[in-house]
């Protein structure tokens, strides 16, 4: 039997397709698939089918963001089928859940959150997915437990990008980061290690939560 949610996911999916797309196929199935109701808070059950960025906490500094969100990030690192993906941030959980699904059993996903409850509620929630690591810890200081992975996506804004991340880009590698302040424009930028250099590109303007690292960023 399909439930109403997925139904709905699945308009929503085809929605974001028509109007920022295309997105790959399996990015899009990932968005069907994985129960956006499970990982929003209780308050926002009723707005977890909407395109929309929903809050984590009172104070507004953890939220999720928006579905196309997520697949706009995964569409810039081609995010594929066995890629070993590190999250910058993992807030709810829903994102991890999205990447694990895309890469599949052969890949894996590294998140890092800074807020010690999404931290421990989000590592409950994906205790199902055996290819999610949730670890507590600071991103920006973090590389230690993710230098070398492929693929790096951050849910953050940062003021400038840390040097650190930068440098633990591997050769054919790719990093995508919200970049700007809180209060002013940001924006959405890729940035690729070829042949030894880094190559950085725009892909336009968006809205994310600020950088809570105590280190730079």
């Known amino acids: 039997m399909i439930v109403p949610f997925m139904v709905t996911r699945a308009q929503m999916a085809a929605d974001i397709d028509r109007t ?4 790959d196929r399996r990015h899009l199935e990932a968005l069907i698939a994985v129960p956006r109701e499970r990982f929003v808070p ?14 984590l906490d009172a104070s507004g500094l953890a939220n999720m963001s928006a579905p196309h ?8 690192l081609d995010l594929s089928r066995g890629d070993h993906l590190v ?6 959980g829903y994102g991890a859940a999205l990447a694990a699904a895309i890469v ?6 590294v998140t890092i959150e800074i807020d010690p409850s ?8 994906l205790s199902d997915l055996p290819t999610v690591t949730v670890l507590l810890g600071d991103a920006v200081t973090s590389l230690d437990v993710w230098r070398g992975a492929g ?12 040097e650190g991340w ?6 054919g590698g790719r990093l995508v980061v919200p970049l700007g302040r809180l209060d002013s424009d940001q924006r959405l930028v890729r940035v690729e290690r070829k042949e030894g250099g880094l190559v950085e590109s725009d892909h336009g303007a968006v809205r994310y939560v600020g950088n809570r690292s105590r280190g730079a960023g």
């Open 42 to 55: 209780a308050s926002a059950l009723g707005r977890c089918d909407e395109d929309a960025p929903l809050p």
């Open 69 to 76: 969100a997520y697949l706009l990030s995964f569409r810039l």
């Open 118 to 125: 999404l931290a421990a509620r989000s590592k409950e929630l």
């Open 87 to 92: 999250e910058l941030g993992t807030g709810s």
């Open 151 to 162: 693929k790096i996506v951050c849910t953050f804004a940062v003021r400038e990008i840390p």
């Open 20 to 23: 920022l797309g295309p997105f």
């Open 104 to 109: 599949g059993p052969e890949g894996r996903v």
């Open 166 to 171: 930068l440098s633990a880009i591997p050769e």
